[in-house]
């Protein structure tokens, strides 16, 4: 009965927290407030997040803002055309002992080694150089000759892309993208945002962030989310979905054949259900409920249903598929 206790309080704790950093980071990021929900979602629940968006509407500033409140090691990492994946993960250089005179191999870290890694306009590098971030997403380690090396925890990878200038731009791997957990469309500001943006950002208003969150209390929310119970029927619904995007299932529906070439992978359903784990405690609520799978079906999906040639010769996006299969 102990640990229910104490995992309520941390309930509290978490929302307290959550609430905090949403001030926060409302000090400098006008508008967005879906956006940032997510990506607190996403770094809750362990995950990765994929942000698109054209020039302009502070992507990297917003998650510059996000590491400055949650008191975490920030790294950003500009994607190039010659950026090389040792200029990612780091290289080994021959370093001689003053003493003995020596020779040996010593590691460099490179900048994935931090708590948040801005993986600014990911798509213009080469494929080569994107996998280097694989291993590091999904197994927080990076290998050089042979030597694994952990990093540190937590760990999250926020990358940025323009939709618009595909010129000198390379398709991100479909694994890569399966390792993003969201998939994050932003849209231009109202006119009322766009009027408060203009007058913030042109005057002499100097803003401080304050820290909301240390790294240890992350870790431990987000082991508070692996512990919140989820009814089967939750589950059933979340898997029931992801299956029904698959062209090979029985629950596949007939009238959107031919909209789909590829579907979902497991990884979705798992997502979809921490995803719906956070929506609900950060809501105060103790287990999540259908409607917290529905709210981030699109951010889930979005990415990892792969449309027709006959569903992209007649404009129909992934998105408008994931509202014609609810």
Excluded at 119 to 132: F, G, L, M, S, V
Aim: proline letters at 6%; aromatic letters at 8%.
């Amino acid at each position: 009965m102990k640990e229910n206790i104490n995992d309520v309080e941390l309930v509290e704790k978490l929302q307290s927290k959550i609430n905090l950093t949403g001030k926060e980071i409302a000090k400098v990021i006008v508008g967005q407030e879906e956006t940032i929900e997510n990506l607190l979602t996403a770094l809750l629940s362990n995950g990765h997040c994929l942000l698109v968006g054209v020039p302009g509407l502070a992507k990297t500033l917003l998650i510059k803002t996000l590491s400055e409140a949650l008191n975490l090691k920030f790294s950003r990492i500009q994607f190039t055309p010659d950026l090389m994946p040792s200029d990612i993960t780091g290289t080994e250089i021959l370093d001689e002992d003053q003493t003995t005179k020596q020779r040996k191999f010593r590691f460099i870290k490179g900048p994935v080694f931090a708590n948040i890694i801005l993986a600014d306009e990911i798509n213009r590098t080469p494929p080569k150089t994107q996998a280097a971030l694989l291993e590091a997403m999904q197994e927080k380690t990076v290998t050089a000759a042979g030597v694994k090396y952990a990093l540190p925890n937590p760990f999250f990878v926020l990358a940025t892309q323009n939709p618009i200038e595909q010129e000198g731009t390379y398709p991100l791997p479909e694994a890569q993208l399966d390792r993003f957990m969201f998939n994050l469309w932003l849209d231009y500001p109202s006119f009322e945002e766009e009027m408060k943006i203009v007058k913030n950002t042109t005057g002499n208003l100097s803003v401080e962030i304050n820290e909301t969150i240390t790294a240890d209390d992350i870790l431990t929310f987000q082991q508070l989310v692996k512990r919140v119970p989820v009814a089967d029927n939750v589950i059933e619904y979340a898997v029931k979905f992801v299956n029904s995007t698959r062209p090979n299932n029985d629950l596949f529906k007939k009238e959107i054949a031919e909209l789909i070439s590829w579907g979902a992978g497991p990884r979705a359903s798992q997502y979809l259900i921490l995803a719906a784990k956070t929506y609900a405690i950060l809501d105060g609520r103790y287990t999540p409920e259908i409607a917290d799978v529905e709210k981030a079906l699109i951010p889930v999906l979005r990415h990892r249903i792969i449309p027709s040639f006959n569903a992209e010769a007649e404009g129909i996006t992934t998105v408008d598929i994931i509202n014609k299969l609810k």
